[in-house]
């Protein structure tokens, strides 16, 4: 039985705990409402009297000292804002460089690879003893397989087999 007393104490302990938790929760948010209708109502007060200030009236030196401060604020604002945006731009700048680089830099690479191309179609026709067609036009070397020029645009029809030239 002891045993059941001694459950049956430490319930009501438990119990009545919960129940002081709970009243002090509910105490405790009743309190933070109405901080926040404090504050909404100074807030209202306060722009009550920065519609004052707004239009130029008159106010006493502690509230136009207040308002002169405000103002003040949202200068600064503008000038942060200001800044962030300089600081976005820059990025942008920054990162149209590194494209416009990149781009630059993938071109050169595939104008490399279309030349060590050609050099090699070159020596595998001079290894084979190849004659290389030219544009009878502009005299610029032909690939196989062009229908034009691509200097002149002269039609490859037009072009003829330089003899003693191999790719």
């Known amino acids: 039985m002891a045993f059941f007393d001694k459950l049956g104490e430490m319930t009501k302990i438990v119990s009545e705990?919960?129940?002081d938790s709970l009243a002090t929760n509910n105490l405790i948010a009743e309190i933070n409402l109405t901080k926040g209708n404090i504050q909404?109502?100074?807030r209202e007060l306060g722009e009550h009297y920065w519609a004052k200030f707004a239009v130029g009236e008159k106010l006493d030196d502690e509230a136009m000292f207040i308002c002169d401060k405000i103002v003040l604020a949202h200068d600064k604002i503008k000038l942060l804002e200001n800044q962030i945006e300089q600081i976005k731009a820059e990025g942008e700048a920054r990162k149209a460089e590194r494209a416009a680089a990149k781009a630059e830099q993938k071109a050169a690479e595939e104008a490399e690879k279309a030349a060590?191309?050609?050099e090699e179609a070159?020596?595998?026709a001079e290894k084979a003893?190849?004659?290389r067609p030219v544009c009878a036009g502009c005299?610029?070397?032909l690939t196989e397989g062009v229908k034009f020029c691509g200097q002149c645009?002269?039609?490859v029809e037009a072009a003829e087999p330089v003899e003693g030239v191999v790719e």
Request: without cysteine.
């Open 122 to 124: 070159e020596k595998a």
């Open 17 to 19: 705990k919960a129940n």
């Open 40 to 42: 909404a109502l100074q």
């Open 153 to 155: 645009g002269t039609p």
């Open 116 to 118: 060590e191309k050609v």
């Open 139 to 141: 005299g610029a070397d």
């Open 129 to 131: 003893g190849i004659e």
